[in-house]
Nanobody, 120 residues
Framework: QVQLVESGGGLVQAGGSLRLSCAAS????????MGWYRQAPGKQREWVAI???????DYADSVKGRFTISRDNAKNTVTLQMIGLRPEDAGVYYC??????????????WGQGTQVTVSS
């Protein structure tokens, strides 16, 4: 099974930006659709953005226009660029192989994630 390692989280003020990266130990092209997910304290994990092999994307309504997902199949990385961060964006962010819509449930084991904290 491919291992996924997330990084790039941190503490940022509301309105700020962060760039998250997900590095895979194997081919993300073979994994197909990849997604970013987040989990806030006391809440269920939710999908944030997905990107298909063909670079088609989909975003949760709450992040549309602020987050951008991209992938580099040659480097086996998936990136989430986040701008205009809000306190409600805080949580632990994970990447995973994504299932089908509408919920894009993550297929594989979850990594440790990367913490995003947004101060108001």
């Amino acid at each position: 099974q491919v291992q996924l390692v997330e990084s790039g989280g941190g503490l940022v003020q509301a309105g700020g930006s962060l760039r998250l990266s997900c590095a895979a130990s194997g081919s993300i092209f073979s994994m197909g659709t990849m997604g970013w997910y987040r989990q806030a304290p006391g809440k269920q994990r939710e999908w944030v953005a997905i990107i298909t092999r063909g670079d088609n994307t989909d975003y949760a309504d709450s992040v549309k226009g602020r987050f951008t997902i991209s992938r580099d199949n040659a480097k086996n990385t998936v990136t989430l660029q986040m701008i205009g961060l809000r306190p409600e964006d805080a949580g632990v962010y994970y990447c995973n192989r994504a299932g089908r819509p509408p919920n894009y449930v993550g297929y594989d084991s979850w990594g440790q994630g990367t913490q995003v904290t947004v101060s108001s």
